[in-house]
């Protein structure tokens, strides 16, 4: 009824929510991508005019499909650009590698209900870019920095510190960057997670950063002082469970799910596209 009428719209933008449901207008990443792609493309059936199909479509490929498909016009980003304000440009250019991917954890949702300053899971800059933008592009010319702990925090403080000019090495007492990333991605439906330890590790191959894997740094080592500076970024440990507790929670190891995390998210993605047997 509505695209019978005389109106004066140039393009309609595609997406829903409700008071009951308004978790659907910025779906988790429990939502797959191009969740609401279907309700674009009844609404481009209805009208000549150009559509925006939006809900997770932040993956160049993807986007570049459904539009190329010819039942879109256009996709809109919101949380894509808030992970990555260069979203557009590295597409442009080619270089969907380098795309910082929004995983849909919306805690920049989240920080934004909340009153605080909106920001992003993994990239720092987020809510901050004009502080970011205002510091001197190199400010440690030849310093030579430590970066100690090779998960999320540590990998990206040793890539803003090469930024800065230091020669920075990142020590990794494991045998692979990452941290508890693994941790977080191995729950079902959270495979996501994995993505940013994808993209930082690759982002740490691409740059100038010595890693030092299966290495300890002992506090007080020798080796510290010829470094210039150094940043601890070791993470923490869960607190252990008071012996009076009547519950058993099971305790897992990142080390060990890292190991096995590419082979249990494969079996859960492959159950999720078996069909039901009722």
Not at 60 to 79: H, K, M, Q, T
């Amino acid at each position: 009824f509505f695209f019978k009428q005389k109106t004066a719209y140039e393009i309609v933008d595609c997406d829903w929510s409700s008071d009951v449901c308004s978790s659907d207008l910025m779906a988790d990443f429990y939502s797959p991508p191009a969740y609401m792609l279907e309700l674009a493309q009844q609404v481009k059936r209805m009208t000549t005019r150009p559509v925006i199909a939006a809900g997770r479509l932040n993956d160049p490929a993807l986007a570049a499909s459904v539009i190329e498909s010819g039942s879109i016009d256009l996709v809109g980003l919101a949380r894509g650009l808030i992970c990555d304000p260069d979203w557009a440009v590295k597409v442009k250019r080619q270089a969907a590698a380098e795309i910082r991917p929004c995983i849909a954890c919306n805690t920049c949702v989240d920080r934004a209900e909340s009153g605080g300053p909106i920001g992003c899971i993994y990239n720092p800059r987020t809510g901050r870019e004009g502080e970011v933008a205002a510091r001197p592009a190199s400010v440690a010319t030849g310093k030579r920095v430590l970066v100690v702990g090779g998960g999320a925090a540590g990998m990206q403080a040793a890539l803003r510190a090469e930024e800065l000019g230091f020669q920075v090495t990142l020590a990794e007492a494991g045998d692979r960057l990452g941290g508890q990333i693994a941790l977080s991605a191995a729950i079902p439906g959270r495979e996501g997670f994995q993505r940013i330890g994808e993209y930082l590790r690759t982002a740490i191959a691409r740059s100038r950063v010595a890693v030092k894997l299966n290495t300890r740094i002992a506090v007080g080592a020798a080796e510290l002082a010829q470094y210039d500076g150094v940043i601890i970024a070791t993470g923490a440990s869960p607190a252990p469970l008071e012996a009076s507790a009547k519950i058993a929670i099971p305790r897992h190891s990142a080390e060990a799910l890292d190991r096995k995390s590419t082979r249990l998210n494969s079996s859960h993605s492959q159950q999720s596209r078996m069909p039901s047997s009722a």
